[in-house]
C-alpha cells in the first residue's frame, strides 16, 4: 500500500561520496517528519510502498552511474514524485560554462526527466581523493586540497528541507519538531558531519 508520507532516497555510487549525499538528505527528511528508507539504488525493491523518491548519482564522465540510471527508468518512477540530484564537480568551475554543463549535467538523464515531466536534477558539488584507482589519484593530485570536497552540506539540507515543505503542503504532515526515529538503512553507520 502507498503510504503518502514514505520516501525513499536511493543513490549511486562509486566511492561513497554520493552515499554521504544521500544520508544527509534522509536525516533532514526524517528531522521534518517524513517516513524514510534509503537504500543504494542496485537494491531498491518494489516502489509499491513510497509516493516519493528521491534519486541521486554520482557522475562519471558526463554519465549517472548505472544502478541509478537503471531505476530512474524503471516505469513505476513516473507515477511518482521525483526528485533527482548529481553528485560531481570538484575542483575550480572549468570557466567555460557549456563545457562545464554537459560535464555535470548527463543528458540522458536531464533529457529523461524532461521527456517524463520530472523537475530537473540538482547538481551539488562531489569529493574526490587520493585513495582509490590511478585516474582518480591523478585527478585528486591535480586538484587544489581544499576544493576536493565540494559538497556544501547546508545547500544539500536546504534542498531536502524544500522537498520536505513541498511533502507537507501535499499531505499535510506535520512540521519539523521533535524526535523522528532514524530512517531504515541510517541506523547503522551515519557517517555524515553534523
Ligand atoms: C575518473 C573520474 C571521472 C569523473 N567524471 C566526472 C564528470 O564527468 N562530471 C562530474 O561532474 N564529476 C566527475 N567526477 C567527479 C565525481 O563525480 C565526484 O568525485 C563524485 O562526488 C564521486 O562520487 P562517489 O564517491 O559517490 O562515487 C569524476 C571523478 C573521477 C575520479
Known amino acids: 500500500m502507498v503510504n503518502e508520507s ?9 566511492h561513497g561520496a554520493t552515499e554521504e549525499i544521500a544520508r544527509a538528505i534522509a536525516r ?3 528531522a521534518a517528519h517524513l517516513d524514510v528508507d534509503l537504500r543504494p539504488a542496485g537494491r531498491v525493491g518494489s516502489l509499491d510502498p513510497y509516493r516519493t523518491v528521491v534519486l541521486g548519482s554520482a557522475v562519471y564522465a558526463g554519465r ?3 544502478d541509478a540510471m537503471h531505476l530512474l527508468r524503471r516505469p513505476e518512477l513516473g507515477e511518482r514524485e521525483v526528485w533527482l540530484f548529481s553528485s560531481g564537480p570538484v575542483g575550480e568551475d572549468s570557466g ?3 563545457g562545464q554543463e554537459s560535464f ?3 543528458r540522458r538523464v536531464k533529457e529523461f526527466a524532461e521527456r517524463h515531466g520530472m523537475r530537473e536534477p540538482v547538481v551539488f558539488g562531489g569529493m574526490v581523493d587520493e585513495d582509490a584507482g590511478f585516474i582518480r589519484k591523478r585527478m585528486a593530485r591535480k586538484t587544489p586540497p581544499e576544493l576536493r570536497d565540494r559538497r556544501d552540506w547546508q545547500q544539500i539540507d536546504a534542498w531536502a528541507r524544500s522537498i520536505a ?3 507537507q503542503g501535499a499531505t499535510g504532515i506535520p512540521a ?3 524526535n523522528a526515529p532514524l530512517p531504515v538503512g541510517l541506523e547503522t553507520t551515519p557517517r555524515v558531519p553534523s
Open 104 to 106: 555535470t549535467k548527463p
Open 64 to 66: 549517472w552511474r548505472r
Open 176 to 178: 519539523a519538531g521533535g
Open 6 to 14: 514514505r520516501v525513499l532516497v536511493a543513490y549511486g555510487t562509486k
Open 96 to 98: 567555460d560554462p557549456q
Open 28 to 30: 533532514a527528511l526524517t
Open 165 to 167: 515543505a513541498t511533502l
